[in-house]
């Protein structure tokens, strides 16, 4: 025996025992060998494990982006389709909001001829009402002289 090992004493039980046995039989192996072949295999598990992450992480990272960029791509390309569809929202609102305008425009510019046309109406009447008003006004004085000299014959006529 090499002075590199150490004599254990082991108790298996009898199942765990028989599958070491075939396992051992099947490697072509003494069960001691066996056994110390499983006990680094066992020890030496968390360095392979670390280095299946490592290489996991690795040949994923590559899928990973890949998905990253996509879902980055899908997320850009409907926030451009709600930014056009809010564009078009807007352009239509706008639209219509000019649309508004002019009409509204259109209906002050008709209220206004029509002001304008009763303010000519207006002057118009007034006008004809001045006319009227100074024809009466010349009547009543025209009367008003006859009157008076219609007065002043008999007087004349009794003077005389």
Known sequence: MSTDFRPLSLRLPVH????????????????????????EQAMSEPDRQEQMVKDMERDLKPVFEDMISDVVALANSKLANIERRQQEALDEALSSIEELRMRIEE???QGMLRIEKLEAQVEAQAASRWTVEQKIGDELEKLRDDLEAAQAKPERAKRA
């Open 16 to 39: 765990l025992h028989a599958r070491v046995r075939e396992t051992a039989l099947a490697n072509g192996r003494s069960l001691n060998s066996e056994i110390i072949a499983l006990l």
């Open 107 to 109: 209906l002050e510019n």
